[in-house]
């Protein structure tokens, strides 16, 4: 399983890419994309929309399940990867890449750190 070491990451499974300008960059893991089996749809979040940690910010149906999509940091929602509504299977080919999901502008950029960095995300997929 792939867990790249330059992430945080959520209990939910998602994963924040801090960007430059006090923005994230929010996507799902390996781990979980690989639970999900073949995506089929993502229903992404509305740019502009205010969310807080922990909120739904979307869903992702697969050919097992659907399942909710969680802001692992309080913001707005600045940017969505439109990709994905024509190729929602970038979700499972490339996860941490071109499978992204939304870009959020946070509103305290420092929550990210009560993110799981890489090893502790690696014990909680283990156990």
Known sequence: MNIPEDLRYS??????????GGRARVGITDFAQDALGDVVFVELPEVGAALEAGAVLGEVESTKSVSDLFA???GSVVETNSELDDAPEKLNEDPYG????????LADAASVDALMDAAAYRELTES
Not at 11 to 20: A, L, N, P, Y
């Open 72 to 74: 692992p940091a309080a």
């Open 98 to 105: 071109d499978g992204w999901i939304c870009v959020i502008e």
């Open 11 to 20: 209990s939910d499974h998602e994963w924040v890419r801090v960007e430059e």
